[in-house]
């Protein structure tokens, strides 16, 4: 007996439609394998028509008060908590995630940055008027971009696409979104909600692949391209926007430095490292995944490090115990296997290092110890539940290898020494720090990162004033 597989359509113009020419992609839940759904392949006239529809729904849009974009992206906020339970299925099938955790973990950060960005949307200001020349007075203008091309990542399907619609549309843009191509159903599902309240054209969706994503970027409506995303991926963008001079907001890749003193409670330390390094399967660019700890207490973290990963247990969605699900990915499994099978003579695996079951695309939580700095599982992000650990000798040692990485998005910092914390901080060179913890993140703090891991600002108001631009009005007082 043959299932008949979900049929995924894109949203355009306040319609689901189909691809133009007939094309679809295959979509597989990671946690079984199988095909479950299939999602449009869009070509150049889905690109067409969806930058068409958000350019003609723009000036509308544009000219709402901030008051009334708030009160949309309340609704919105409102009508997600309502659907929470729609939107965690589709989400697990796409990813594999545990239901519970998908439940606790991602739908109220959700909500809540939805709303944050509901009241930023009533602080579009600039700076008050003044004059700056004689019998002139000048003022600033805070206003939309325009039409935003945005693409969303795999890892967190559902908070990455909040991430981009939110700030985008509480400053006044509209939004052409695409999902990856592998996990394309809960974006789905949100232009379903997000449809039925605001007006046609503000928000599109369209699957597809990279050469989707590619059209998008190089259309020439959109007046600002937005990814999270590989450096490669992102570096693709940045070309491909620079011919016409589009703005560009990357957020790209990231291999997260923990540096952890001999004055660090180990007990306290290697818990929460292990969940900052394994939720999501290590799938996160801020994961914990690069371990550097005093030589004194080294053999003692290390071997605490492999127990908790030993007893971290992955599995399916349904399964209340699982602290993570299967990677994204056939290809993605390949990935993290291969940096294992490659590991050098002198690295140790120390816990997991294995595919866990026949079934879908579970890694076992991984620890790999003996590692050098020069290394590819220490210069390169693996982006699965592997963690790494070296041993350092003094605080310059530990920030010349904390900073020497090509990534500089996330790190952080254990030590009871606020002294030696501050000295740290300030020079750790990636876009956050933490101290005595790893990976919280709030709405009202900014997200991002310096060198390849990108430029501009997710959450905060930082992350809203990217999807404006300034404007400066000038009038004479002789007039």
Same mark, same amino acid.
């Given at each position: ?16 439609r189909?691809?133009?020419?007939g ?5 597989v839940?990671?946690?079984t ?20 529809a958000a ?10 008060t901030?008051?009334?974009r708030?009160? /949309? @992206?309340?609704?919105?906020?409102d009508?997600?908590?309502?659907r929470a +339970?729609d939107? #965690?299925? &589709?989400e697990?099938?796409? =990813?594999?995630?545990p239901l ?10 959700m ?20 004059e700056?020349?004689?019998?002139m007075?000048?003022i600033?203008?805070?206003?939309p971009?325009g039409v935003?091309?945005?693409?969303a ?16 549309l ?5 939004v ?14 949100m ?8 007006p046609?054209?503000?928000?599109n /969706? @369209?699957?597809?692949d990279?050469d989707t994503?590619r059209?998008m970027? +190089?259309?020439? #409506?959109? &007046?600002?391209?937005?990814? =999270? ?9 940045a ?15 990231g ?16 818990e ?6 394994y ?7 801020t994961?914990a ?17 492999a ?17 993570y ?7 993605q499994?390949?990935q993290?296997?291969g ?13 997991g ?7 879908g ?5 991984t ?10 599982i ?12 070296q041993?350092f ?9 904390a900073?020497g ?15 030696r ?10 876009g ?12 009202e703090m900014?997200?991002?990162?310096f ?7 997710d959450l ?12 400066h009005?000038?009038?004479s007082?002789?007039?």
């Open positions: 007996m043959t299932t008949e597989l979900r049929r995924l359509r894109n949203y355009i113009n306040g319609e689901f189909d691809a133009a020419d094309r679809t992609i295959e979509v839940n990671p946690a394998g199988d095909v479950y759904a299939t999602s449009p392949l869009s070509g150049q006239a889905d690109v067409d028509a969806a930058m068409d350019a003609a729904a723009f000036p509308a849009w544009r000219d709402t901030p008051a009334e708030q009160k /949309v @992206l309340l609704k919105i906020a009508a997600f908590e309502e +339970e939107l #965690i299925a &589709a697990s099938e796409n =990813t594999g995630k519970e955790l998908t439940r606790t973990e991602e739908i109220p950060p909500v809540d940055q939805i709303r944050f960005f509901a009241g930023a949307a009533r602080m579009l200001e600039g700076r008050s008027a003044g700056y020349m004689e019998g007075t000048s600033v203008r805070r206003e971009v935003c091309a945005q693409v990542p795999w890892n967190y399907p559902m908070m990455m696409a909040v991430w981009k619609f939110a700030p985008a509480a400053a006044g843009n509209t052409v979104i695409k999902p990856s191509d592998t996990t394309p159903a809960s974006t789905v599902l232009a379903e909600i997000i449809g039925a309240i605001v046609k054209g503000v928000f /969706v @369209l699957c597809g990279r994503g059209a970027v +190089e259309h020439p #409506i959109p &007046a600002m391209a937005s990814i =999270t995303g590989s450096v490669r991926a992102g570096i693709q963008v070309e491909s926007a620079a011919k016409d001079v589009k703005r560009v907001h990357l957020e790209l890749g291999k997260a430095p923990v540096v952890v003193f001999e004055d660090t409670d180990i007990a306290k330390a290697v929460d490292i292990a969940v900052a390094g939720f999501n399967a290590g799938q996160d660019c994961a995944t690069r371990v550097l700890v005093h030589e004194s207490i080294h053999d003692e973290f290390v071997s605490a490090l127990k908790a990963a030993a007893d971290t247990k992955t599995g399916a969605p349904d399964d209340a115990d699982v602290l699900g299967p990677l994204n990915n056939a290809n499994l390949k993290v296997s940096f294992i099978e490659r590991l050098p003579a002198h690295a140790k695996v120390e816990a290092g294995h595919q866990v079951g026949e079934k695309y579970f890694y076992a939580a620890v790999v110890s003996g590692v050098k700095q020069d290394d590819e220490i210069q390169n992000e693996v982006f699965g539940p592997v963690i790494t650990v041993s000798t003094d605080e310059a040692q530990a920030l010349k290898w900073n990485v090509e990534y500089a998005l996330a790190s952080s910092v254990w030590t009871k020494d606020h002294a914390a501050m000295r740290m901080s300030k020079n750790l060179d990636f956050c720090v933490w101290i005595n913890t790893h990976i919280p993140l709030v709405a900014p997200h991002g990162g060198k390849k891991s990108g430029y501009g600002k905060s108001s930082y992350g809203f004033d990217d999807y404006t631009r300034i404007k009005v000038m009038t007082l002789d007039a």
